[in-house]
């Protein structure tokens, strides 16, 4: 592979000012925090201070080291300098593309060949955060002879190869690893991206991207892209409100509703090409990484994202036909565990979920005094906060048995399955109003509630609690100061006091954007599913998604601590969600529809109904053709993917050549 890494470093033959491999930055991007050592006496002389230990080994792996004082916790702040992250980078045998389209093993010793990133960087934020754990991990008793550590009153035995940093965990020597945030890269954030109100839907998506990783700069992608594209529908539902059309009033809302549905079909599959670009543009080959996705058993390769999957006992022979017939029983296997714990979560909402919101919905209509439903509203959100808590660890436990071979495969299969339950404490009172009451006034009541109140109140506990959380912690720290006259908090401090970005539900699988890719499924489903009754609920989802997207950026730049990059290059199963969503907003709109216009509630299939029923089904199919007709990836990506083959292909020529002339030479 080094004559193809000599033809790469051939192509990207710069000028010597732009190829100053150690003119990179180094910033501190992460911290360990220690609790202080009590004064005690030595029980061992010949015992070392494992702070001091740990402190002393970091710096011979090569990471420069800052020792900060608090007033619970020590903190050793940690940055690496570009050549130890290569190095760490090639023994991780982390894959880049290169000057001539292929993605290689990276090494350092030809790092003139493979491309940096847009920002000038040459690793990423994720191999970045790689590279930092691996060469963290790598800090091991090299000697023959186990090692005595001294921290406080206790003495305890590193053994020779285990690791520092977990035995150090295990015995509570250290309290928590984290990433810190750069200070200076966040505020050029907090500039152009939380604070820069006036640009209403536009963000820095590759600053996004170079600092948080990608699953986040695509999730901020996608929300920016779609309030944009609520402007339109906003638009023409103000446009159908106030303008009286007098005779043709009747066709205002069935053209309504087709507009959106189009309108909702095109934006995901210009979503689709957006995201494309993206990971074009970002050097990340999204097809390359679901091949090695599929293919860790066989490979044996394994990184941060993959788990332990169950493998038979016939993927460890050598016989092919053997080997294939085991892939095929362990997928075959998988997909039965899937479809079984799909069934029961199903069976689970079904028989215990809807009885209780039908119950509520029809107890919430029968009680006249507004003290009792507040009451009552009070009782059901109690309960069903307990019951969503108890249908998330239930879903945890059922994930477990399935045959997931990756963090974001295991994620996708925890969306699926905690969506049923908030799909239905979401829109169960609505279709509730809907077909049984046929009651429209009390409809937009509702629709005004949940967008309006519900929505705010959610956005507002989301933020509020993090930063309740963070103040509790500082004033009881400022508190204790006073008494024990210490410095103020350092800024590695503050970060070790600020929440984690966690989900509410799972936290073992995903992160915050389980609850804000939640909230947003939700909202699209509220301003679909009943277009046709509330046409102006998409501007009260414009307002809302305009604010959260600097409220989102406010928090996870002040409120949190930096989170852990995330390789998802896509929405994952949000997408087939959103998608699922526009399908059930074409039958449930013609409901409505069915419902105006039969006033009487005859059920005649007259002229009008007919339409509308025809209308459904013209519109389920052009939700296909339409998928159809755009393509999901732009010309200049599918012309640099063709260059990128002609690249490959020329390589494998090359090789195969050396291959032939060095079997003449032997001969």
Known sequence: MAWIKRICAKFAEK?????????????????????????????????????????????????????????????????APLEALGRAAAELKLRKPTSIGMDLQFEWDQVSAFIRQRDGSLFSWRERFRCYKYMMKQVVNSTDLAVTLRFGENLYQWHSGESLLKLMESVGMIKKVYPLHVERKRKQLMQSWALNCFAFTSQPIDDIHSYFGTKIAV??????????????????????????????????????????????????????????????RWQICYPEGLIQEQTVIISGQSSPDQLEPEISDGLTTNKPKERYRALQRDEWRGIFKRFRNDVLVIMGIICLQLPFELAYAYLYEAIGIDILRYALTALYLLIIQYYTRLGGKVSIELIKNENNQSRESKSDSLVYKVFGVYFLQTYIGVFYHVLLHRDFVSLHQVLVQRLIVSLLLDNLLDNSIPFLKYSYKKKRKCQIEARVGNQ???????????????????????????????????????????????????????????????????????????????????????????????????????????FIYDEERKWRIEPGLAAILAMEHVLLLLKFGFSNFVPEEPAWVKANRFKHVQAQDMCSKDLLKNICNRGKKED
Request: glycine share 6%; with cysteine; hydrophobic share 55%.
């Open 488 to 594: 103020p908090a350092s800024r590695v401090e503050k970060e070790y006091m600020k929440p984690s970005y966690s989900a509410s539900i799972g936290a073992e699988v995903e992160d915050g954007l389980f609850d804000d890719s939640l909230k947003l499924v939700l909202q699209f489903g509220l301003v679909m599913l009943f277009a046709c009754a509330f046409p102006l609920a998409f501007c009260f989802a414009v307002l809302y998604n305009m604010a959260k997207i600097r409220i989102d950026a406010l928090k996870l730049l002040t409120l949190l601590q930096r989170p852990i990059p995330r390789a998802a290059p896509t929405m994952g199963a949000w997408l087939n969600i959103f998608q699922f969503l526009i399908v059930v907003s074409i039958c449930t709109n013609c409901g409505l529809l069915v």
């Open 15 to 79: 000028p010597a000012y732009e190829m100053r491999i150690g003119g990179e930055e180094t910033d501190f991007e992460f911290a360990i925090a220690v609790p202080r050592r009590p004064e005690t006496i030595v029980l061992d002389a010949n015992a070392d201070c494992a702070v001091e230990v740990l402190v002393a080994q970091l710096r011979k792996s090569g990471f420069y080291v800052e020792r900060v004082g608090g007033v619970f916790h020590e903190f050793i702040k940690l940055g």
């Open 219 to 280: 999730y901020f992608a996608f929300l920016g892209m779609y309030t944009k594209w609520l402007f339109f529908p906003a638009a023409f539902g103000i446009f159908i409100q106030l303008f009286d059309f007098g005779s043709w009033q009747l066709w205002a809302l069935p053209v309504f509703f087709v507009f959106i549905i189009s309108w909702a079909v095109l934006f995901f599959q210009f979503w689709k090409r957006k995201n494309c670009a993206l990971l074009t």
